[in-house]
């Protein structure tokens, strides 16, 4: 059994919801997934999972307390002095063509974050879980801006080896917070982190199969958690657009599709596999039945950032006013960016709520039934 968790900045909060759910669901107090696979934002839950995987009750108890008191400057430094200072310096440099000023590393300074999870995560416990047998692996998903190869960092039970495909691979090693810092790297938003002799960023950006890490880690039933409304896949329209979009507008979609467009395809893949595999077992050597569920927002995030965008720092509203980001249309991109604490509550609310709707299927599937390959519940599927 493996969960892979995926990236989408503050609406990882449902991921949260979803593991509170699971929490009270299942009676049994051990880590139910051996496999924890996460990318960008859900690296972050991935690694407290993996670092407390002897008590994975209270791990998922000291993730709600931090999600549901978020502030975005935990974050990144939204100050006004800080945004401003921010804001010449891109000034600067563009109009000098980068001989006054070099351009900044990103846009936002996210060292408050850094902070924040040196703190909440120790590291040496995920080595802990795997020699006591709580965890079979768990894997931090980043890309290469060297050679824009997708890179799975895993640490594991001994038989799991490192892979290579076109485009990804896996490498063994022992994870630490700048593993999990270049995974949240959000481009433009967030530095690139360096980690040996390569510079790496958010783990979606190149990721083309992003369950195939917790297939190779061993993983044969997979849970995933989602942070896109599945119905309307977040980017439907209720009427044709009145004027071109903003460049707010523009970079919201494109995190929209950067996080969330993979995953769906790849369980269409994975279900055409799993098809081949029963229909003709002998001519798909090497391929396993891998039974997936997922999970994900019922109701649409962007609807619930646009009642909450007056909780975000002036200094963030500004800057989304600036790019055009600041109102009802730019509520995509800012439900990326709302790290705070009426939003994000919200969002956990909601995955609890989907979740414990979906509690039959849940149960069932957690416990190894095979369910119909049909919505079983708002947000919930399941490929077969």
Known sequence: MGIVLTGGGARAAYHIGVLRALSE???????PFPVIVGTSAGGVAAAV???????????????EDVWANFRASQVFLVDPVHMLRAGLHWALALATGGLLLTPPKSMLDN?????????????????KSIERG??????????????????????????????????????????????LMASVGIPLLFPAVPLGDEYFGDGAMRQQSPLSPAVHLGADRLLVVGVRAR???????????????????IFGFMLDTLFTDQIFADLEQLERLNELVRAAPQAAPGLRLIDTLMLAPSVDPREVAAQHVGDMPGGLRALLRVIGAGDLAGSQLASYL????????????????????????????????RL???????????AT
């Open 372 to 382: 119909p390959p049909v919505l079983t519940a708002p947000g919930v599927a399941q």
């Open 338 to 369: 709302m790290f705070e604490a009426g939003y994000t509550r919200e969002l956990i609310a909601l995955g609890y709520r989907d979740a414990m709707d979906a509690r039959t299927a849940l149960l069932a599937f957690m416990s190894g039934e």
């Open 231 to 249: 119905r309307a896949a977040g980017v439907a329209a209720t009427q044709l657009p009145t004027a071109a979009p903003t460049p707010g507008q």
């Open 134 to 179: 709580h965890l079979r692996a768990v894997a931090l998903c980043a890309t290469s801006y060297a050679t824009g190869q997708s890179v799975t960092f895993f640490d594991g039970v001994a038989e799991i080896s490192n892979w290579a495909r076109s485009q990804r691979l896996g490498r063994r090693t022992s994870l630490t917070l700048d593993h």
């Open 49 to 63: 999972l993996a670092s407390q995987a002897h008590r994975w009750r209270r791990a998922v108890t000291g993730l």
């Open 25 to 31: 669901l299942l009676p049994r107090t051990r880590n």
């Open 111 to 127: 060292s408050p974050l850094r902070a924040l999870l040196a703190a909440q995560i120790d590291w040496s416990g995920v080595r």
